[in-house]
Protein backbone atom coordinates (compact mmCIF):
# COMPACT_ATOMS: atom_id res chain seq x y z
CA UNK A 1 0.00 0.00 0.00
CA UNK A 2 1.38 3.57 -1.14
CA UNK A 3 0.95 6.29 1.34
CA UNK A 4 0.71 10.10 0.40
CA UNK A 5 3.76 11.79 2.03
CA UNK A 6 2.71 14.23 4.25
CA UNK A 7 1.41 17.80 3.50
CA UNK A 8 0.08 20.63 6.20
CA UNK A 9 -1.92 22.07 3.60
CA UNK A 10 -2.19 26.21 4.80
CA UNK A 11 -5.63 27.90 5.32
CA UNK A 12 -7.44 30.11 3.17
CA UNK A 13 -5.87 33.10 5.31
CA UNK A 14 -2.58 31.82 4.95
CA UNK A 15 -3.00 31.04 1.16
CA UNK A 16 -3.95 35.06 0.85
CA UNK A 17 -0.79 36.12 3.00
CA UNK A 18 1.90 34.15 0.96
CA UNK A 19 -0.01 35.82 -2.33
CA UNK A 20 0.62 39.17 -1.01
CA UNK A 21 4.09 38.00 0.28
CA UNK A 22 5.17 36.44 -3.35
CA UNK A 23 3.33 39.56 -4.92
CA UNK A 24 5.92 41.99 -2.81
CA UNK A 25 8.68 39.41 -3.27
CA UNK A 26 8.46 40.09 -7.47
CA UNK A 27 8.02 43.75 -6.77
CA UNK A 28 11.47 44.39 -4.67
CA UNK A 29 10.13 43.70 -1.13
CA UNK A 30 11.65 41.04 0.53
CA UNK A 31 10.12 40.07 4.13
CA UNK A 32 12.13 38.10 6.20
CA UNK A 33 14.30 36.87 3.10
CA UNK A 34 11.37 35.73 1.22
CA UNK A 35 11.82 34.87 -2.70
CA UNK A 36 9.31 34.25 -5.65
CA UNK A 37 10.19 30.73 -6.58
CA UNK A 38 8.76 29.79 -9.99
CA UNK A 39 9.00 25.92 -10.92
CA UNK A 40 7.25 24.29 -14.39
CA UNK A 41 4.09 22.59 -13.08
CA UNK A 42 5.01 18.39 -13.25
CA UNK A 43 2.01 17.84 -15.40
CA UNK A 44 0.46 21.01 -16.93
CA UNK A 45 4.30 22.41 -17.49
CA UNK A 46 3.26 25.91 -16.68
CA UNK A 47 4.77 28.15 -14.59
CA UNK A 48 3.84 27.98 -10.71
CA UNK A 49 5.00 30.62 -8.24
CA UNK A 50 5.04 30.57 -4.55
CA UNK A 51 6.84 32.74 -1.93
CA UNK A 52 9.56 30.70 0.03
CA UNK A 53 12.71 31.45 2.30
CA UNK A 54 15.94 30.32 1.19
CA UNK A 55 18.70 29.36 3.79
CA UNK A 56 22.08 30.67 2.87
CA UNK A 57 23.78 28.33 5.11
CA UNK A 58 28.30 27.60 4.97
CA UNK A 59 28.05 28.88 1.13
CA UNK A 60 25.45 27.17 -0.51
CA UNK A 61 21.62 28.13 -0.75
CA UNK A 62 19.02 25.64 0.13
CA UNK A 63 15.17 25.42 -0.05
CA UNK A 64 13.35 24.14 2.93
CA UNK A 65 9.58 22.32 2.93
CA UNK A 66 8.41 23.99 6.27
CA UNK A 67 4.91 21.91 5.18
CA UNK A 68 6.16 18.79 4.12
CA UNK A 69 5.74 17.10 0.54
CA UNK A 70 3.78 20.36 -0.66
CA UNK A 71 3.07 21.33 -4.72
CA UNK A 72 6.11 23.11 -4.79
CA UNK A 73 8.19 20.14 -3.77
CA UNK A 74 6.76 17.71 -6.10
CA UNK A 75 6.88 19.92 -9.22
CA UNK A 76 10.61 20.88 -7.83
CA UNK A 77 11.55 17.05 -8.07
CA UNK A 78 9.92 16.83 -11.70
CA UNK A 79 11.15 20.28 -12.92
CA UNK A 80 15.07 19.65 -11.64
CA UNK A 81 15.48 23.56 -11.11
CA UNK A 82 13.44 26.74 -11.19
CA UNK A 83 14.26 30.19 -11.12
CA UNK A 84 14.19 33.08 -7.36
CA UNK A 85 13.08 36.52 -7.83
CA UNK A 86 13.20 39.27 -5.50
CA UNK A 87 12.51 42.23 -7.65
CA UNK A 88 14.10 42.81 -11.12
CA UNK A 89 16.70 40.25 -9.84
CA UNK A 90 15.68 36.46 -11.18
CA UNK A 91 18.65 33.88 -10.67
CA UNK A 92 18.13 30.55 -12.43
CA UNK A 93 19.03 27.20 -10.72
CA UNK A 94 19.17 23.50 -10.64
CA UNK A 95 18.30 21.74 -7.42
CA UNK A 96 19.26 18.69 -5.76
CA UNK A 97 17.22 16.88 -2.91
CA UNK A 98 18.96 15.91 -0.45
CA UNK A 99 18.48 12.38 2.06
CA UNK A 100 17.12 13.13 5.01
CA UNK A 101 19.75 11.70 6.89
CA UNK A 102 21.66 14.97 5.60
CA UNK A 103 19.84 17.29 7.04
CA UNK A 104 19.42 17.91 11.20
CA UNK A 105 21.52 20.87 10.72
CA UNK A 106 20.02 22.45 8.09
CA UNK A 107 16.74 21.88 9.46
CA UNK A 108 18.11 23.65 12.92
CA UNK A 109 19.55 26.31 10.48
CA UNK A 110 16.70 27.31 9.40
CA UNK A 111 14.41 26.89 12.46
CA UNK A 112 17.29 29.25 13.83
CA UNK A 113 16.70 31.29 10.92
CA UNK A 114 12.68 31.51 10.45
CA UNK A 115 11.30 29.09 13.80
CA UNK A 116 8.90 32.02 14.27
CA UNK A 117 7.65 31.81 11.41
CA UNK A 118 7.72 27.54 10.41
CA UNK A 119 8.02 26.18 14.04
CA UNK A 120 4.44 24.93 14.24
CA UNK A 121 4.64 22.23 11.62
CA UNK A 122 7.77 21.07 12.87
CA UNK A 123 6.32 18.58 15.84
CA UNK A 124 7.83 20.45 18.40
CA UNK A 125 11.51 19.92 16.88
CA UNK A 126 13.28 23.41 17.39
CA UNK A 127 16.62 24.88 17.49
CA UNK A 128 17.54 23.23 20.64
CA UNK A 129 16.67 19.66 19.57
CA UNK A 130 19.41 17.19 19.36
CA UNK A 131 20.12 15.67 15.91
CA UNK A 132 17.86 12.09 16.73
CA UNK A 133 14.94 14.51 17.43
CA UNK A 134 15.83 16.06 13.79
CA UNK A 135 16.21 13.26 12.08
CA UNK A 136 13.39 12.04 13.65
CA UNK A 137 11.06 14.87 11.47
CA UNK A 138 13.77 15.08 8.32
CA UNK A 139 11.65 13.02 6.39
CA UNK A 140 8.42 15.24 6.43
CA UNK A 141 10.50 18.05 5.72
CA UNK A 142 12.31 18.04 2.37
CA UNK A 143 15.48 20.11 1.67
CA UNK A 144 16.95 21.05 -1.64
CA UNK A 145 20.66 22.47 -2.23
CA UNK A 146 20.50 24.71 -4.97
CA UNK A 147 22.98 25.68 -7.91
CA UNK A 148 22.71 28.82 -9.21
CA UNK A 149 24.07 29.57 -13.13
CA UNK A 150 27.38 30.05 -13.31
CA UNK A 151 26.45 34.04 -14.19
CA UNK A 152 24.72 34.09 -11.23
CA UNK A 153 26.82 33.90 -8.18
CA UNK A 154 25.16 32.71 -5.02
CA UNK A 155 24.77 35.28 -2.29
CA UNK A 156 27.75 36.01 -0.06
Not at 36 to 46: E, I, K, N, P, Q
Given at each position: ?12 L ?20 A ?38 V ?23 E ?17 G ?22 A ?18
Amino acid sequence: MTTTPAYDKPGRLTVRLNGVIGWFARHGVSFAGAADLAVRGRTSGTWRRVPVNPLTYRGSTYLVSARGTSAWVRNLRAAGGGTLRVGRRTRSFTAEELPAAETPELLRAYLKRWGWEVKLHFGGAGTDSSDEELLAVAPGHPVFRLTFAASEPEPS
